[in-house]
Nanobody
Framework: QVHLVESGGGLVQAGGSLRLSCAAS????????MGWFRQAPGKERDFVAA???????DYQDSVKGRFTISRANAENTVYLQMDSLKPEDTAVYYC?????????????????WGQGTQVTVSS
């Protein structure tokens, strides 16, 4: 079992930055693939970024060059640095984990989820 807790969301103006954190507990963090997803009102939960335990990374096209995912295994934490934020980035952001060892863009492949943190970007 893995417990995930996100933090760092908030309200920011377009062009600004936020850094989300996700603290994990309950299982060997270093072997987990960690992902970030987001869900806007009335929309599906979509893939944003993911990082493997070997630090391979994958990003949704719309965030490439603006968002950076990273992990600190010693702190059992994964981060999502979000720069040049746009109003369309407004959503609840969820941290997710999978023990499959593979980076997935499909949410059903992730076994564990945090409670989500709201990110609102004003224009």
């Amino acid at each position: 079992q893995v417990h995930l807790v996100e933090s760092g969301g908030g309200l920011v103006q377009a062009g600004g930055s936020l850094r989300l954190s996700c603290a994990a507990s309950g299982r060997t963090f270093s072997r987990l693939v960690m992902g970030w997803f987001r869900q806007a009102p009335g929309k599906e939960r979509d893939f944003v970024a993911a990082i493997s335990w070997t630090e391979n990374k994958d990003y949704q096209d719309s965030v490439k060059g603006r968002f950076t995912i990273s992990r600190a295994n010693a702190e059992n934490t994964v981060y999502l640095q979000m720069d040049s934020l746009k109003p369309e980035d407004t959503a609840v952001y969820y941290c997710a984990a999978t023990g499959t060892g593979v980076i997935w863009r499909v949410k059903d492949r992730y076994n564990y989820w945090g409670q989500g943190t709201q990110v609102t970007v004003s224009s």
